[in-house]
C-alpha cells in the first residue's frame, strides 16, 4: 500500500513539473490588456507580437537611464523657454535651477556607462507590436517593456502612458 502512494505521489509531482508557465508573449498580451481595461472596458487588443527580447545589463540599462533623463532635461529646458516668454521670475528661478542641477547629473551619469558592467544580467527588454480596437476604431503601435531578473516590469508609467495614446490615436 505504501509503495503505491509512493507511486502516486511520484506521478503527481511529475506531472504538476510539466505544466509550464504561460510564454512571454502571453504574459505580456496579458498585462497590456489589463492596462488597456483601465482605460476603456470596451476597448480590447486586437493582434500582439512580440517583435525582439534582449538581455539588459548593467551598461545597457545606465545607457537607458541616461537617454531618458536627456529628454527629460530637454523637457525642462522647454519649460525654461516657454517661462522666458512670459515673464513669470518665479518660474524662471525654478526651471534654471533644475536645468543647473541635471546638467551636472548628466555629466556624471553619462561618464559612469564606460565603467557599467557587461556581463551580469540585469533583466530584459521586450520590443512589442499591438493593435488596439474599440468597434471599428483601431490603432497599430510599438511598446517596450523592461522587466527585472526577478520579473517585475521596471517602466510601468510609461506603458501606461503608451497605451493611452495608442487609445486616443483609434481611427
Known amino acids: 500500500m505504501n ?3 509512493a507511486h502516486i505521489f511520484i506521478l503527481m509531482t511529475i506531472a504538476s513539473c510539466k505544466s509550464n508557465p504561460p510564454d ?3 504574459q505580456l498580451k496579458k ?3 489589463s492596462r488597456l481595461l483601465k482605460i476603456d472596458s470596451s476597448a480590447l487588443i486586437d493582434s500582439f507580437k512580440v517583435i525582439h527580447v534582449d538581455t539588459i ?3 545597457l540599462g545606465k545607457i537607458i537611464d541616461d537617454t531618458i533623463y536627456i ?3 530637454n523637457s525642462v529646458r522647454e519649460q525654461l523657454a516657454h ?3 512670459r515673464p513669470r521670475k518665479d518660474s524662471i528661478a525654478y526651471f534654471q535651477g533644475e536645468v543647473d542641477y541635471m546638467t551636472g547629473q548628466i555629466d556624471s551619469l553619462t561618464a559612469s556607462i564606460k565603467t557599467a558592467d557587461t556581463v551580469n544580467k540585469w533583466g530584459i527588454m521586450a520590443g512589442c507590436y499591438y493593435r488596439v480596437r474599440k468597434n471599428t476604431k483601431q490603432a497599430d503601435d510599438s511598446i517596450y517593456y523592461f ?3 526577478s520579473g ?3 517602466n510601468s508609467e510609461m506603458l501606461d502612458s503608451f497605451i493611452l495614446r495608442s487609445y486616443r490615436n483609434l481611427k
Open 3 to 5: 509503495r503505491l502512494f
Open 24 to 26: 512571454l508573449s502571453s
Open 31 to 33: 498585462d497590456l490588456s
Open 57 to 59: 545589463v548593467p551598461r
Open 71 to 73: 529628454r527629460q532635461l
Open 83 to 85: 517661462a522666458k516668454t
Open 147 to 149: 522587466i527585472q531578473k
Open 152 to 154: 517585475d516590469i521596471v
